[in-house]
């Protein structure tokens, strides 16, 4: 099979949001920020074309021991406990089928107990600014991402009262890749790893994650049923930091001893497990999912040793299908419509996206409207499910992205696509 060459993002709604968020990269890079890399995972952000989503979750982390410099499990020193409770709040914009921009908010209650300690304080936390592009979209799909991270709160204010930190107060900017492979309908495996910078002399690492999901979204839009996703996830550190390993406890102030900010060299692995339900709408417009999981802190290096507790909601809206237009009531009439050619479905690589063996060298070009059919068993055309629009092209293959469904099903490989000459 072909791949697709990476995406001109030359369509004017794209390239402007692209200049965007690239200047406030820039300008955020150069300012003096860091999210919290102990509680939220490096995770891909891409959404499917003309989606938005917005997710909330709650965690809460308890800690009162460390993994020290050389990985080895320890208690502190005089703190009886560090309770952390965050919010945050990601918004996904899919303003092209291969570029999603996405912001995330945080929100965090830092409750300490020591000899050294015993205060908490609450605020806005690390809030991250990110995009992710589709380069190549088949049966594999592969993505790159890039994320800035800033804090909206001031750790000298914080040590001058005597409170505990948020977090590290430095910039980080995370730049990495994704690799995703579908099994099944409702299965998917993805693969990630990265590069993160940071400011203040703090340490780069490699964030990294591996990423098993159950989903009925997967199969088909709108669809309801149980969600399951395991994660592997954490960050390694490539041990830049001046400091020095054994210097890992001169910058605990404001944590009480733990590690969890301001450590040196920190490196960590965690496993995490969520399990719950997603509710899709008829016409397959919207859908809401609501997830419970946990956390376990598998292994770590200069890195607080804790369980986190976390419930996830996700609402998911696809606005180039509005009820009116996403479920029609009876499909077309063949005989009143005029096709022309051909093709067969030989990958299917979203919901949205699929890929058929026909291309320019077949007459098909940008914008083409084509039908989607079933295939009977002696190899003649079934019923006609979607219609689909060119969105891609190759000289012996097309990507084509979903528009209207017809008949609620799962498209496969193997079904019959042609070109809608007369609408």
């Not at 995770?43 to 989503?53: A, P």
């Not at 190549?136 to 001058?160: C, K, M």
């Amino acid at each position: 099979m072909k791949i697709f060459p990476i995406i001109r993002v030359a369509q004017r709604r794209g390239k402007r949001h692209l200049r965007s968020i690239g200047l406030a990269l820039a300008a955020l890079a150069s300012g003096s920020a860091q999210a919290d890399q102990q509680m939220l995972p490096w995770r891909l952000h891409h959404q499917d074309g003309g989606i938005w989503k917005i997710s909330a979750e709650g965690l809460t982390f308890g800690t009162n021991s460390n993994y020290g410099p050389t990985g080895k499990k320890e208690s502190v020193s005089g703190l009886d406990g560090l309770r952390r409770t965050e919010g945050a709040a990601t918004l996904e914009i899919a303003v092209h089928p291969r570029l999603t921009l996405f912001g995330r908010g945080t929100w965090n209650l830092t409750d300490i107990r020591s000899s050294t300690i015993d205060a908490s304080q609450y605020g806005l936390a690390d809030q991250s600014l990110g995009l992710a592009l589709r380069l190549i979209d088949s049966r594999v799909a592969l993505d790159f991402q890039v994320q800035t991270d800033l804090p909206a709160y001031n750790n000298t204010d914080a040590q001058a009262q005597g409170l505990p930190f948020l977090g590290d107060s430095t910039t980080n900017v995370h730049i990495g890749g994704f690799a995703t492979v579908p099994f099944g309908q409702q299965w998917q495996l993805r693969a990630g790893a990265g590069y993160t910078t940071r400011m203040a002399d703090f340490s780069s690492s490699v964030p990294w994650s591996l990423e098993l999901v159950k989903d009925p979204a997967f199969e088909q839009s709108g669809a309801s049923g149980t969600v399951i996703r395991t994660l592997f996830w954490g960050f390694s550190s490539l041990n830049t930091d001046p400091n020095g390993s054994s210097a890992a406890t001169a910058r605990q102030a404001g944590a009480a001893g733990s590690f969890l900010v301001n450590a040196v060299n920190p490196s960590l692995a965690v496993s995490r497990v969520e399990s719950g339900y997603r509710w899709g709408s008829d016409a397959g417009s919207s859908n809401v999912a609501v997830l419970a999981g946990y956390s376990y802190t598998l292994w770590g290096q200069a890195a607080a040793r804790g369980n986190t507790w976390h419930l996830f909601f996700e609402w998911s809206l696809d606005r180039r299908r509005t009820p009116s237009q996403a479920s029609l009531p009876t499909h077309p009439s063949k005989s009143f419509l005029t096709y022309s050619g051909k093709g067969r479905i030989v990958a299917v690589s979203s919901t949205r996206t699929l890929i058929i063996d026909q291309g320019s060298h077949q007459g098909l070009a940008m914008g083409d409207r084509m039908d989607i059919f079933t295939v009977n068993a002696d190899g003649t055309l079934g019923q006609p499910v979607a219609r689909a629009e060119v969105s891609r092209l190759d000289w012996e293959q097309a990507q084509l992205t979903i528009l209207q469904i017809f008949k609620e099903t799962a498209i496969k490989e193997g079904f019959a696509v042609q070109k809608l000459v007369q609408p």
